[in-house]
């Protein structure tokens, strides 16, 4: 039987990769709550968010920000190991490294990575499967 450790390492060692436009394969994996907060801590100067209509017309609420966190989860570029930023600088370096195309494909990936998660089933063994909220 798995321990919470390991059902844990699962979960944010999953990677989800999509190719971009330009032929690039990018893989996201989802950011531990200590990244969340050093990301947090790097954007701060950043505010605000963009109103937008989804597919059903619903008004959503798009974060100023948002394209820096999805940045952030890059971990992955053509087999090259991308580390989380330690900086602004290298977390801006790697926004612009990605461009509209990348940053599309990431984001791609990230909507397919946070609709299944990692649970445990009633054996207490880890399954990933359908998230409940998706």
């Known amino acids: ?47 605000g968010s963009e109103e937008v209509l989804d597919q059903e017309g619903n008004k959503v609420l798009i974060p100023h920000r948002m394209p820096l966190m999805l940045t952030a989860s890059v971990c992955m570029i053509d087999d090259v190991h991308i580390p989380f930023p330690r900086t602004r600088g290298e977390l801006d370096a790697m926004y612009d490294r990605l461009d509209v195309e990348g940053l599309a494909a990431v984001g791609r990936a990230s909507i397919r990575l946070v609709a299944t998660d990692v649970v445990v089933d009633g054996e207490g063994g880890p399954v990933v499967g359908e998230a409940k909220n998706s």
């Open 1 to 47: 039987m798995p321990t919470e450790s390991e059902v844990k390492i699962a979960r944010y060692n999953q990677v989800e990769k999509e190719a971009d436009a330009l032929g690039r394969l990018i893989g996201v994996r989802r950011l531990k709550p200590s990244e969340q907060t050093r990301l947090a801590g790097m954007t701060g100067d950043i505010t």
